[in-house]
């Protein structure tokens, strides 16, 4: 076993961060495959609380080399700050390698992504407003700026000048916004080059090789499945693919080399942003996870939105991911709960979803199914291992498991690393 993916099972903030960190020490490799600074994964590590949002969670291990896959969207400002703030913390960021054929997030990227989402008002996303869905979109209309560039000015002021063409029009004609001139943005772009070149590598090639000499790869994702751009709630999306498959297309591996894929998932769900959203709560219980599970976004600071565990969503996701492996976290929030509901199904106009429907107006209105299991009543915090839970939090874990169909492998009880349950976790030997 060499390759390992990590997603999120639910619509992202399932505590990617701290499994990552758990069990990166096993691994050589850390990669992150996409996505940019709109993830926000929290580490607990040696005491320190490090809110990372481009730099890969196994970044506290001197051992490690982590890496920023291909299909990362790097903002090369919010890149050198985190580095910046990881140094000052004394965690050296030496061993980071960035590859060539990442893209670059530009200001304007930002300057779209607000506009267009005050432009749809009430139909607005709720994106992160950090220039994602921009960066994505010139990548695919081939207009990006890639990492690579940065090591050529000449090359980086003729693209440049190609989509400020563009980019201007756009920025002033349709949103009314300030324009770029391209000296205004290759001044402050390549003084960051300076900076970023040492860490430029063909990544691909290198993380292959790690794999041929069984060395262990850690692929990070970022988001959760229900944010993809094919396999989630579109248009309530992200525009990437954090799903298993990027990290194929986000690394340059074929997908022979992925041996487990982990899927994380909450005791319940959260989601930031808009969108549907079946088992949402409007309630004291809601307020009462929000409140508990302080749900507030590591990016944006948001309020999360919180509901019930879905069971469909996240069947859904083993299917979508091929998830060998469930790891359960924040099962310690609703320890103080009476009675806890999952949803086993949907149900609109007269018809049973057992699985997620296909049609997204259906999903819209879609009512949840709910089983009602009896609660614990209980601090779990300090539990080691399964059989110290109380017998109505195994039970829970059980029904979960059951309706996965995938072994519940961690069960995380508290934010800490040493509050983690490892199941059917057996890591490197
Ligand atoms: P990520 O984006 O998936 O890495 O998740 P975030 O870091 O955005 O959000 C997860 C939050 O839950 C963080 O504040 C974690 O410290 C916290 N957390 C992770 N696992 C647990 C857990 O088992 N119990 C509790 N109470 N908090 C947890
Ligand atoms: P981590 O990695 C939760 C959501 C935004 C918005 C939608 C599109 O910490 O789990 P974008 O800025 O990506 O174009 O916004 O996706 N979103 C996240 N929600 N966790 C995240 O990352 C997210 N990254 C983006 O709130 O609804
Ligand atoms: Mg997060």
């Not at 919010?78 to 390698?97: A, F, I, K, N, W």
Request: glycine fraction near 10%.
């Amino acid at each position: 076993m060499a390759g390992i993916v990590l997603v999120g099972a639910q619509w992202g903030d399932e505590g990617k961060g701290k499994i990552t960190d758990l069990i990166a020490d096993d691994f050589d490799y850390v990669v992150r495959f996409q996505g940019g600074n709109n993830a926000g994964h929290t580490v607990i590590h040696a005491g320190r609380t490090l809110k990372l949002h481009l730099i890969p969670s196994g970044i506290m291990y001197p051992h490690i080399t982590p890496i920023i896959g291909n299909g990362v969207v790097i903002d090369p400002k919010v890149l050198l700050e985190e580095m910046d703030e990881l140094r000052e913390q004394g965690l050296s960021t030496h061993r980071l390698l960035i590859s060539c054929n990442a893209h670059l997030i530009m200001p304007y990227h930002r300057d779209l992504d607000g506009a267009s989402e005050r432009r749809l008002g009430k139909l607005e996303i709720g994106t992160t407003r950090r220039g994602i869905g921009p960066a994505y979109m010139d990548k695919a209309s081939r207009m990006g700026l890639r990492v690579q560039d940065l090591t050529d000015e000449h090359i980086f002021r003729k693209k440049l000048d190609a989509a400020l063409s563009e980019k201007n029009d756009i920025l002033s004609k349709v949103y009314g916004l300030p324009t770029y001139t391209v000296d205004q943005i290759a001044e402050e772009y390549l003084a960051y080059a300076e900076r970023i070149k040492p860490y430029i590598a063909e990544t691909s090639t290198l993380i292959n090789r790690a794999l041929a000499a069984s060395q262990w790869v850690l692929f990070e994702g970022a988001q959760g499945t229900l944010l993809d751009i094919d396999h989630g709630t579109y248009p309530f999306v992200t525009s990437s693919s954090p799903t298993a498959g990027g990290a194929c297309t986000g690394t340059g591996v074929g997908p022979k080399k992925i041996d487990r894929v982990l899927g994380i998932a909450k005791a319940y769900i959260t989601r930031v942003g808009s969108g549907p959203f079946p088992t949402e709560l409007h309630d004291e219980t809601g307020r009462h996870l929000i409140d508990v599970g302080n749900e507030y976004g590591t990016t944006t600071g948001r309020e999360r939105r919180a509901g019930w565990y879905d069971g469909v969503i996240v069947r859904y996701a083993v299917h979508v991911n091929g998830l060998t492996d469930l790891i359960i976290t924040k099962l310690d929030v609703l320890s103080q709960l009476e009675t806890i509901k999952v949803c086993v199904a949907y149900e609109h106009e007269g018809h049973r979803y057992n699985e997620l429907p296909c049609h997204q107006s259906t999903f819209h209105h879609a009512r949840p199914i709910y089983e009602e299991l009896p609660g614990w009543r209980s601090d779990i915090t300090q539990c080691k291992t399964f059989e110290e839970l109380p017998a109505a939090a195994r039970d829970y874990v059980s029904f979960i498991e059951d309706l996965a169909e995938v072994p519940v492998a961690m069960i995380a009880v508290g934010p800490s690393r040493e509050q983690t349950i490892m199941r059917r976790w057996k890591g490197r030997v």
